[in-house]
Each structure stands twice: as C-alpha cells, then as structure tokens.
C-alpha cells in the first residue's frame, strides 16, 4: 500500500493585525490549515501567540519582516522598509533580532523560516536566511529538500492583477493533482482584516472560505494526502515518534 504523502498548509502573516490572526486561527480550527508563520514586529505577534497556546496551535515559523513592497501605476513602491534588503550587515542584524523576538515570545524555535513577500529569496537576504535555517536545522522555503514549496493558491498575478480563478477549492485540488514530491507545503494567506494596508486585502477574506470548505479536507484525502504540520516532518526525519 502506498504510503499517504504529506500536505503543510501554512498561512503566512501570523501577527499583522487582530483581525488577520482571526482569520488564520477559524482556518486552522475549521479549516486545513496546519502551520503559520509568524510577524513579530507588529503589535498583534504577542497577542497571536497567546491565542495560539491556548488551542494548541504549536506549529509556528518565522516570517522575517524586512519590508513591504505593493504595485502603483505600474511600479513597484515600499509601502514600508524595515531595512534596506541589500544592505547585508543590516539585514543579518535585523534578522537575528527578529528571531530573538520571536524566541523570547513563543519561548522556543521556529518550526519553519520563510519570509514576507519572498525577499530571502534574493541576495543577501537569501544567506542570512540560509545560515540562520541550517544554524536552526529548520526548513527554508523554497530551499528545503524535505518540502516543495507551492504558492499558486494566491488571488493576483506576478504584477499585482487580481486572480479570482486562483482562489477556489478546484484549482487548489489542481495543485495537489500536480505535484509529484513526497511533502508539499501549499502557502496561504487567510485574514478577516478588510482594511488592511496591503496589496492584497480582500483575497484574504475569500481565503478563509475555501480553506474552510467542508468538503476540501476530504478530497486531500482522496488524493492521498495527509494533511501535517512542519513539525511532523521534522520528526519523522529525525526518525522520532509523533503523538
């Protein structure tokens, strides 16, 4: 019998507002999320830690904040820069203190590192964010060869134009039929904030509905999914039991 493979879905931006840690905890409680990934710059990060103890949603990674960017007029503009990304000293101090922040919040490691809006996915963050992975023995995403990173459930194109046909139960299962690796994790960005200064706002609302499908989880199944967290893979590379 062929063993299930493993499904992560990990709702970023934990931490931006009140209102989004709503929406990402009715996602996790009613819904498939499995894990997410943590802001701790905004004043909400301690509040969302909190809730999630208190439902026993462990599964937390780091989402290192250097900035955000969105589109206006046809450019890219920083609604807001925490650090210049290409100034290297300056992100690997911002870095660590990010980590420290959310260590003395959650009192313990990220199961995961990713970042807001993939910088690390350029240089030098994309260092920084490596040696702080591999220091951790945590996965990357985009570089990890335990997980296959897919962010196709996302409601706008490469420039910031608005993608309904993205945000629905079939093209997510679509996904899934897709993908041959053993261990996926499907990015999500759920949120009941309907005023959030982002470019993607109300996407987050239409998020939380599909994730929450009743009949989503079973078709997973279906499709021979096992729906986990980051830590389980962990676990089960290390050869450890999982409760």
């Known amino acids: 019998m062929t063993p299930p493979r493993t499904l992560i879905v990990n709702a970023d931006d934990l931490g931006y507002t009140p209102a989004t840690n709503d929406g990402i905890f009715h996602a996790h409680q009613h819904g498939i999320v499995t894990s997410a990934s943590l802001m701790v710059r905004p004043a909400a990060a301690r509040e969302a830690v909190q809730r999630a103890a208190e439902i026993g949603f462990t599964d937390l990674g780091l989402h290192l904040d250097l900035g955000e960017w ?14 210049d990304p290409a100034d290297a000293a300056a992100v690997a ?53 335990q997980v296959s990173y897919r962010g196709d459930f996302y409601g706008q194109s490469g420039r910031g134009e608005a993608a309904p046909e993205l945000l629905t139960e ?62 389980a893979i962990a676990s089960r590379a290390t050869g450890e039991a999982t409760s």
């Open 93 to 145: 101090t911002e870095c660590e203190r990010q980590l420290a922040r959310f260590q003395e919040l959650t009192g313990r490691n990220p199961t995961h590192l990713d970042s807001h809006q993939h910088v690390h996915r350029q240089e030098p963050v994309h260092s920084v964010a490596l040696a702080m992975a591999e220091r951790l023995s945590i996965p990357l995403r985009h570089f990890s060869p």
């Open 170 to 231: 079939a093209a997510l299962l679509s996904i899934l039929r897709d993908v041959p690796d053993a261990a996926i994790e499907i990015g999500c960005h759920p949120g009941w904030d309907p005023n959030l200064e982002t470019m993607y706002c109300q996407e987050r609302l239409r998020e939380v509905e599909v994730l929450c499908s009743p009949a989503l989880k079973e078709s997973i199944t279906a499709l021979g999914f096992e729906l986990v967290g980051f830590s």
């Open 70 to 83: 969105t589109r206006r007029n046809g450019e890219w503009v920083a609604l807001y820069e925490v650090v």
